[in-house]
């Protein structure tokens, strides 16, 4: 299976890149190319999951 067919194994591999410069010492806070590709990461992992993949279900009450 590659990554084009699972959405969510790539997601997983862009947060641990995304994690691996970051442990690496890459500033989060700077202006480097590296800390962009960073940022590109997690946003691509983020927009590959979908708006509620870090949501856990919640409850519904209704009045």
């Known amino acids: 299976m ?4 699972d959405p969510q194994r790539l997601a997983r ?9 970051e ?3 890459v500033n989060a806070s700077g202006a480097t190319n590296e ?3 960073m ?6 992992a ?3 999951e979908g708006p509620d993949a870090g ?7 209704g009045f």
């Open 2 to 5: 590659s990554y084009a067919d």
């Open 35 to 37: 800390r962009h590709l």
């Open 13 to 21: 591999l862009l947060r641990d890149l995304a994690q691996a410069l």
């Open 23 to 25: 442990d690496a010492g």
């Open 46 to 48: 983020r927009d590959l």
């Open 39 to 44: 940022d590109d990461a997690r946003s691509a």
């Open 55 to 61: 949501r856990k279900p919640g409850r519904f009450a």
